[in-house]
């Protein structure tokens, strides 16, 4: 099975402008979910969806917002982009049963000047 | 406050040696624990899940989980340089599906 893909791999934005980032799962897994890494707070969940819908929302401002297709690729996009929003994106698919694995994506590297 | 806590290291051992790393969580209601390795400039690649007390191995590794004192542990045997990485706990908590990830402990294999 092809693993969890996501484009672009890099991006290089300024301030103010916004970002969409894609997300394909593995065949067969209906959930997404998504996480920022950055040096200072680690890992952290961003939102998760399963079968078009957001099932779960992490602490992030409302310029952080996602959707789910029928085929279950996800995108998320950052409106009026910070400096602070430069990370490491990842996804990262699952069955979306409680206890299911998720298995992450390469991840998009933003950086924001 | 943070949910999940890992010594940070970094943690050296010598190659063929047992590295030891360790988590504790403070969410007695978490269900689901994974640990992911992380290379430098890659994403987590998942290693072990566990879920119900005791051990479960794999290979040359090895998870432990005490839900009574909190704690998850994850042993690795024959340690080789390739290891090196940072290796990520992960918690899951109640009826939620997102992972709660704790600093990340930085481990070298020497050789």
């Known amino acids: 099975k092809a693993g969890v893909t996501q484009t672009p791999r890099y991006l290089i934005k300024t301030r103010g402008q916004q970002v969409t980032l894609s997300c394909s799962p593995i065949?067969?897994?209906?959930?997404v979910s998504w996480y920022q890494q950055t040096p200072g707070q680690g890992l952290q969940f961003l939102f998760e969806y399963f079968s078009e819908t957001q099932r779960n929302k992490g602490n992030f401002p409302g310029r952080f917002s996602g959707r789910q297709f029928s085929n279950s690729r996800s995108e998320m996009n950052v409106s009026t982009l910070e400096l602070g929003d430069s990370a490491l994106y990842l996804c990262?698919?699952?069955?979306?049963?409680?206890?299911?694995?998720?298995?992450f994506g390469p991840g998009t590297r933003l950086l924001v000047l | 406050q943070k949910e999940v806590e890992q010594n940070s290291g970094p943690l050296s051992v010598p190659e063929g040696a047992i590295a030891s790393l360790n988590c504790t969580y403070s969410?007695?209601?978490?269900?689901?624990f994974f640990w992911y390795r992380q290379y430098s400039g890659k994403s987590p690649e998942l290693i072990m899940s566990i879920y119900s007390n005791g051990d479960k191995e794999d290979g040359r590794f090895t998870a432990q989980l005490n839900k009574a004192s909190q704690y998850v542990s994850l042993l690795i045997r024959d340690s080789q340089p390739s290891d090196s990485a940072t290796y990520l706990c992960?918690?899951?908590?109640?009826?939620?599906?997102?992972?709660?990830f704790g600093s990340g402990t930085q481990l070298t294999v020497l050789p």
């Open positions: 990262a698919s699952s069955l979306g049963t409680r206890e299911e694995t998720q298995y």
């Open positions: 969410d007695r209601g978490s269900q689901s």
């Open positions: 992960a918690v899951t908590s109640g009826s939620a599906r997102q992972l709660t």
């Open positions: 065949s067969g897994h209906r959930s």
